[in-house]
């Protein structure tokens, strides 16, 4: 690391958007803590269920932990049927990966992945190796116009959209007006529409740091300006709808019409790995098949990642996929009467424990991990200072034991997160 | 596709860096032409070596084409130790990939594969899942400061460089100057770095579209002025080198030092799948795990791509590396000796057939593909306009006799791109 960057006459007229200096610096302590606490930058090997063996080392020598960080909220990234697809894909080509664009040579399975997905979801698909990726590629394409019947619109982004869409707010800038309102602020997003003929809103679906996107009033504003919905879904695919169209796409119409853009993962909930665009029209296709940064000058996800969506797509198809919803909902369920969170009652699977000080959340998150529990420390510059925070990601595949054993943990270090017995009653007659 | 954008008070305040709307209207007649050609949006299946069956039905019915489009330049990506490794990574963890960000949790295999590979090239490797996303982490650390000492440098762009570096410019400007100067322009380059007492460089190392930079001159204007070198030799990895540090980095010393970031592909030459950075220092790897936006935001390569690397890396520890560097060389000499290029006589494997009308090169390129030819025609916006050409991918693990077939061709319709006798000789007396 450097020292504090000098003052310089640049800095006041360049500095808009970002300030990575001033985050590096101001969140320094931080980092150095959690590291020295052992709760970043951990490597383990699957074992089974939710649990890994952390570490390096010889498998014996290595203790196993009960993971509640990674968002395989299904527990499909470990499913027989998502592995056997990775498998098959690779040794029916012999290779795993083709080194050049989308835009020319393809894997003949992405062509089926993307049909299969494109009818699942009633959307026209396509698939990117990431979802940062994919929403590189549809940013400049927002900003163009040529999204908005060509009229540059202006772009307003949540100020929680994701980092991999806020990230583009001076590339979007580069091209037209952008615009950043408080989280979920329906009233300001309304005035831009009622000043401007063409506004395209960018926010997530579900919030990784929880909470959602009110769909319903955005949908509202799209029948009464026409305003374009650029929504990432990532961590709301597979949890809701009959074949897993996920959180935002379940509250569209049947046709999903040409001023909405729904971005998604095959990793998180889907359980196989990369990201996809669900859109509604021919032009749209035909549009990012040519422009789109990623698709013509990246690569498609490999042939594994290819077969294990494939593979995934079989278990969205079969009663297996409503199983898996019902055993979600219920942990949800099982960690909500214990442990009270602003998401307590909602129906998604990442809760947050507000703690307050950095040095409390981490303390708290390294005791949890030695009672052999991993959940994500928050910190800034992820949440503002002052309120870090514990994240836990349930999954249906946690054994419900070791989801009350985590509320244990938590309740023991963090009193005042007990849930009150009105709100657990209310969720147990709901049940 | 909507209609060409009216004209709006945004328009010319706000265009800086990129003018996406104009790109897509002056391009779409010439994405038209090459899709109804044929030579856009191929699918297929590999069969054996640079060979695959064209579509995506029964497979009795595909006709085989011969591939000179992917970056396969050492013709590993089918290779059965690349192959056997994907499936291995896979069996060990009966898992393909997990949820969550690199600062997180990781598979213990990607440390090998990251430890591997600092010690086969004696730098400190960082693997992402794409070069893009490598790319994307780097800038805003490049532009903040942390890595020129806290001071923001004055960052300059080639005018040439892969569009996954100068996406990023009005991200960079909105933290620091940004300046673009004319392909390779070593002395405007060097008034820069007169001026300015920090200035960083961005830059390929070979370029896809043909060449190279100058690795020679920018290592002295670095030694005379501190200049900062972040270098994408995506296309040059694998070709040189004992265990096939690439094009760049077998021009530094042993030791990179604190004014160089690498970027590479772990595609392309190296047969695997992903993107990886090699820095220099300590100070370096931990800024960038924590601080990459990729790899604190988006995903590591998958388990498939980390065991395909380590297949890859015992290829690279091999005899067979410098067999199949030899065997390219030689090729490249093949197809020299026949068809003139800009590229004629340089040792990369990225040769460009200048024809002109976008046009006569989408007539060409067709021609060539029903003669049994893959190769990608390039065009606006790709290149200049009037400057339509078809790119040649040579491999290692092309037949003589193809490439000699593929100039046939090429010459009996640009008999103007016959190689001169005397250059033919020169190369024939190299041998």
């Given at each position: 690391m450097q020292q504090r960057s000098e003052s310089s006459s640049l800095d006041r007229s360049t500095r808009h958007f970002r300030n990575t200096d001033y985050v590096v610096n101001e969140s320094r302590t931080y980092f150095d803590a959690v590291h020295a606490a052992g709760l970043m930058a951990l490597y383990g090997r699957s074992t089974s269920g939710r649990a890994f063996a952390?570490?390096?080392?010889?498998?014996?020598?290595?203790?196993?932990?009960?993971?509640?960080?990674?968002?395989?909220?299904?527990?499909?990234?470990?499913?027989?049927?998502?592995?056997?697809?990775?498998?098959?894909?690779?040794?029916?080509?012999?290779?795993?990966?083709?080194?050049?664009?989308?835009?020319?040579?393809?894997?003949?399975?992405?062509?089926?992945?993307?049909?299969?997905?494109?009818?699942?979801f009633s959307v026209r698909v396509l698939a990117f190796s990431t979802v940062m990726l994919a929403n590189l590629g549809a940013m400049p394409l927002l900003a163009s116009g040529q999204l908005t019947g060509g009229r540059k619109p202006v772009v307003v982004f949540d100020r929680s959209a994701h980092i991999s869409l806020a990230y583009h707010k001076p590339v979007v800038a580069d091209e037209t007006r952008v615009e950043t309102i408080a989280h979920n602020d329906i009233d300001a997003l309304e005035r831009f529409c009622r000043k401007h003929s063409a506004v395209a809103y960018v926010c997530d679906g579900v919030y990784s740091m929880g909470g959602t996107s009110p769909?319903?009033?955005?949908?509202?504003?799209?029948?009464?300006?026409?305003?374009?919905?650029?929504?990432?879904?990532?961590?709301?695919?597979?949890?809701?709808?009959?074949?897993?169209?996920?959180?935002?796409?379940?509250?569209?119409?049947?046709?999903?019409?040409?001023?909405?853009?729904?971005?998604?993962?095959?990793?998180?909930?889907?359980?196989?790995?990369?990201?996809?665009?669900?859109?509604?029209?021919?032009?749209?296709?035909?549009?990012?098949?040519?422009?789109?940064?990623?698709?013509?000058?990246?690569?498609?996800?490999?042939?594994?990642?290819?077969?294990?969506?494939?593979?995934?797509c079989k278990i969205h198809r079969s009663v297996e996929l409503s199983e898996r919803q019902g055993r979600l909902a219920k942990r949800i369920e099982v960690?909500?009467?214990?442990?009270?969170?602003?998401?307590?009652?909602?129906?998604?699977?990442?809760?947050m424990i507000s703690i307050g000080s950095e040095a409390n959340a981490i303390a708290i998150a390294g005791e949890i991990l030695n009672a052999g529990f991993y959940t994500s420390v928050t910190f800034f510059p992820t949440v503002a200072r002052g309120k870090a925070g514990i994240r836990v990601c349930i999954t249906a595949d946690h054994e419900v034991g070791d989801i009350e054993r985590l509320c244990d943990c938590i309740l023991e270090r963090v009193p005042n997160a007990t849930a009150k017995p009105r709100m657990a009653s209310a969720l147990a007659s709901d049940s």
């Open positions: 952390l570490g390096t080392g010889p498998s014996d020598s290595r203790s196993e932990v009960i993971d509640f960080v990674r968002c395989s909220y299904l527990g499909l990234d470990n499913h027989p049927m998502v592995v056997a697809g990775a498998i098959e894909a690779i040794q029916a080509h012999h290779s795993l990966h083709w080194s050049c664009a989308r835009t020319r040579l393809n894997f003949d399975l992405i062509a089926e992945l993307e049909s299969t997905l494109s009818d699942m769909i319903k009033e955005l949908r509202q504003l799209q029948e009464h300006y026409g305003l374009f919905l650029y929504v990432d879904d990532a961590h709301g695919i597979s949890l809701f709808g009959r074949e897993g169209e996920g959180f935002a796409r379940s509250q569209f119409p049947q046709v999903l019409g040409d001023r909405t853009i729904i971005a998604a993962s095959l990793g998180k909930g889907f359980g196989a790995s990369g990201g996809i665009l669900m859109l509604g029209t021919a032009d749209q296709e035909a549009l990012f098949r040519r422009y789109s940064i990623p698709y013509a000058f990246s690569v498609a996800p490999n042939l594994a990642a290819v077969g294990a969506g494939l593979g995934s960690f909500d009467r214990r442990v009270a969170t602003a998401e307590q009652g909602n129906s998604l699977p990442i809760r």
